[in-house]
């Protein structure tokens, strides 16, 4: 059926959207405190299984585009119903991998249930709630990507310390039942008649995607650097090929107007690059502690809740920061701080106080906040009310793909170096080396950013600057 304003949505309608979040995000971060114990019992080095992460963040970044479409064509309750069993299937697969490239391919399973999850579920939300009420509905439902990302690093590190990694995965079955049985009893179908889909750029956009990101791991897994640059060209081509049919296509699945908005370009491209240094630390992090300092998975864990409590505890601080100082100045600077913050990663070693450690972390996860906040609001400033739709679209798939290729090019340079004769015997200078590079890359990414202008965003802000002449 059609969204229809007479229909009053259940009160628990908010629940599924959280479930899906939930889900995700405990999924997401759960499983980077496990890699070094599942690397053991998989046969493989700690350094090497980057690709269980890459998989299923790549699959969200390619497969999200098509859920608003599916959505309409088989109807929302269907989708999400039919994502959540393959996101549960998914998980057993990948509880029941006995190597490597298994659980690459359960984790892609699990991806192509995962990407239509949440989409969907907040479409639905959007089509069953008057706006006055949606705001309030939605950070009801969202409050869940906050705790997840606080939990999931302490309940992995507990379990796998006390049970094994396979219950990182399986933990996503009575959850996922919980959400079929909610969607069943109370979700609206909504559907209508399908529009036009951009088949032919999905396909060229999903190739550049792929093609880019299997850059890294060839080179990274297999050491072969040609048939990586082969795969870079590839997906540089897969992209200009697109950006030919997206200009002679007024239905393209991202119209090239989009970019002609400054401050989206300006944000996209600084979203994705400035992303990178941060997207890598999931992943470095918990193979420092556990793999270089020798701490166990609960320690570890532990460790890495202050990037998500002082993300939350930073949220607030946000827009007084915006007003105050403008959104440029807050972008050039920050993630400046940031990169500054990434290179001091390298001060750090086994003997290291904790406290000091948590203190750190919890710096760099409030600038984070801060970063993510002001990027994330930037970019939608001067949006068109045709153009919000597809250009939060395209910001999701960029985020994934910011945190797909992070990861893999955090990983290339930490096996590269350890792979050196002169880090041989002391892995924890690898890792110094390697937060220093992302450090700087991310300090240089501040450039992007300088190119708004000094009262973008103002707008979106309730300062009102006085203009004098001197």
């Known amino acids: 059926m059609a969204a229809n304003q007479s229909i009053q949505p259940s009160p628990f309608l908010p629940i599924l959207l959280a479930i899906a979040i939930f889900m995700q995000q405990l999924d997401a971060t759960i499983l980077n405190t496990a890699l070094p114990a599942m690397a053991i019992d998989l046969g493989q080095s700690p350094l090497n299984m ?7 963040a790549i699959t969200l970044a390619i497969m999200m585009p098509l859920s608003g479409f599916l959505a309409d064509r088989l109807g929302s309750r269907k989708l999400f119903m ?7 299937i998914g998980s057993v697969l990948c509880a029941a991998s006995t190597n490597l490239g298994l659980l690459v391919v359960a984790r892609v399973i699990q991806g192509l249930g995962g990407a239509m999850l949440t989409p969907v579920a907040r479409l639905t939300m959007m089509q069953a709630y008057d706006r006055s009420k949606l705001i309030t509905v939605m950070n009801y439902a969202l409050m869940p990507a906050l705790i997840g990302p606080v939990l999931g690093p302490v309940i992995g590190g507990y379990l796998i310390v006390y049970t094994s990694w396979h219950w990182i995965f399986l933990l996503n079955v009575p959850i996922g039942l919980l959400g079929l049985i909610t969607t069943w009893r109370i979700m609206p179908d909504f559907s209508k008649t399908t529009e036009h889909f951009d088949g032919l750029g999905f396909f060229l956009f999903a190739a550049s995607a792929f093609c880019m990101t299997l850059t890294f791991e060839t080179i990274s897994h297999f050491n072969n650097f040609l048939f990586g640059m082969m795969m870079a ?13 997206a200009r002679q296509n007024s239905l393209a699945l991202y119209p090239p107007h989009l970019i002609l908005v400054r401050t989206f370009r300006v944000g996209l491209a600084g979203n994705l690059v400035s992303r990178l240094g941060m997207s890598s630390l999931p992943l470095l992090l918990p193979l420092l502690f556990q793999v270089a300092f020798h701490y166990d998975a609960v320690t570890s864990g532990w460790l890495l809740t202050p990037l998500a409590l002082a993300s939350i505890a930073a949220k607030p601080l946000s827009k007084p920061l915006m007003n105050r100082f403008g959104y440029r100045n807050i972008l050039t600077y920050n993630t400046r701080i940031i990169g500054v913050l990434i290179m001091c990663l390298t001060i750090f070693n086994a003997q290291s106080p904790q406290w000091l450690i948590l203190l750190f972390l ?12 002001s990027m994330n609001t930037i970019i939608m400033a001067d ?15 960029n985020q994934q793909l910011a945190l797909s290729f992070g990861i893999a ?4 340079l ?3 170096f350890n792979r050196m004769d002169y880090f041989a015997h002391n892995v924890t200078n690898a890792f110094r080396i390697t937060f220093i590079i992302l450090g ?5 990414s501040s450039w992007i950013f300088a190119r708004l202008h000094p009262y973008d965003g103002d707008n979106l802000l309730i300062r009102r600057k006085v203009m004098t002449s001197h």
């Open 440 to 444: 700087v890359f991310t300090f240089l």
């Open 362 to 373: 919890s710096i760099l996860g409030a600038c984070n906040s801060v970063q993510f906040t």
């Open 383 to 397: 949006l068109r009310p045709n153009q919000v739709s597809s250009g939060n679209s395209l910001i999701a798939v």
């Open 82 to 88: 039919g994502s959540m069993i393959i996101f549960v």
């Open 414 to 416: 930490l096996q590269t």
């Open 233 to 245: 060209a590839a997906g540089i081509g897969a992209m200009i090929a697109y950006l030919i049919h």
């Open 409 to 412: 090019i955090g990983a290339l």
């Open 50 to 56: 980057q690709s269980a992460i890459i998989a299923y």
